[in-house]
């Protein structure tokens, strides 16, 4: 039984512990519209955040001197963009948000 308490203890300090976000892996989901036409991953082939072209929805925010991106709103991959780019959020639609970064 003495084995036991220490035992709990560690268990219940263990469950308090943040855990660190996880990273995306494979496919992106699917915007849950058709505003976006996503055409490729970003910064990499498998990116979450995705180049995005033209359509209805997209028109207004293309800009011949940036890029169009859209990835899953509230994903690792959104956060790391913003972070490491000039990435301004312009709208947000179908679960994705969508941003315009300038091209250097």
């Given amino acids: 039984m003495k084995h036991l308490v220490p035992l709990a203890v560690v268990a219940t300090l263990a469950a308090c512990v943040d855990t660190p976000p996880q990273t995306e892996t494979g496919a992106a989901p699917p915007p ?4 976006l036409n996503l055409v490729r991953g970003y910064r990499s082939e498998d990116d979450w955040c995705q180049l995005t072209g033209e359509t209805a929805f997209t ?4 800009d011949h001197t940036a890029d169009l991106v859209s990835c ?3 994903s ?4 790391s963009l913003v972070e490491t780019s000039d990435a ?10 969508v941003y315009t970064i300038p091209r250097g």
């Avoid at 028109?59 to 293309?62: A, E, S, T, W």
């Avoid at 301004?88 to 948000?97: C, I, K, L």
């Fill in 59 to 62: 028109g207004n925010f293309l």
């Fill in 88 to 97: 301004q959020q312009v709208a947000e639609t179908g679960g994705y948000t």
């Fill in 76 to 79: 690792a991959a959104a956060q």
């Fill in 32 to 35: 849950t519209n058709d505003d």
């Fill in 72 to 74: 899953p709103t509230g």
